[in-house]
């Protein structure tokens, strides 16, 4: 463990950032600037995007495991595999989002509305329960919209970014 000296530099850079960390958490909790989020959004989406979209095959390799001390035909096999499952799990996907989207559809009075189709790629921390969404301003997302899925309400959009939204759920 490492022992900081004493000193009024030290002393000075901890309450900085104290105070720092108590601003933020004021401004977030009283929902005054949600440019914070915005400006993070911003940042930070498409760098959630691109880390999901690198991390998920890898955690999904590992997950099924790589198959220590296999032999070279077995490993091309197993990588083959993944590939044949990997196709599979996005037609699945694909038809189960189908599915969504037409019960969407028999909604009443969903021809007032667009429909915008997302995917969670965050999901927040602590006793708030907000997710993140893979959509933006770029797709026509404003806040204080209605997020709905099959089933029903899901949540309001409190925040927007160009590429991502944040979502505080029902």
Request: aromatic letters at 4%; hydrophobic letters at 40%; charged letters at 20%.
């Amino acid at each position: 463990m490492v022992s900081l000296p004493d000193t009024r530099r030290t002393r000075v850079v901890l309450v900085v950032l104290l105070a720092a960390a108590l601003v933020l958490i004021g401004a977030d909790y009283l929902r005054g600037p949600a440019s914070l989020r915005t400006i993070g959004g911003t940042v930070l989406g498409p760098a959630e995007r691109a880390v999901r979209a690198v991390t998920s095959p890898i955690a999904g390799f590992f997950e099924r495991g790589a198959g220590a001390g296999a032999s070279q035909r077995e490993l091309t096999l197993q990588r083959e595999l993944i590939k044949l499952r990997a196709k599979l799990s996005s037609e699945q996907l694909s038809r189960r989002q189908y599915g969504q989207l037409a019960a969407l559809l028999r909604l009443p009075g969903s021809r007032q509305h667009r429909v915008v189709g997302a995917d969670v790629i965050a999901v927040g921390q602590g006793y708030q329960r907000d997710v993140t969404l893979d959509v933006g301003t770029r797709e026509g997302v404003r806040p204080r919209q209605t997020v709905l899925n099959a089933s029903g309400l899901v949540g309001t959009v409190t925040s927007v970014s160009a590429w991502t939204c944040t979502v505080r759920l029902t």
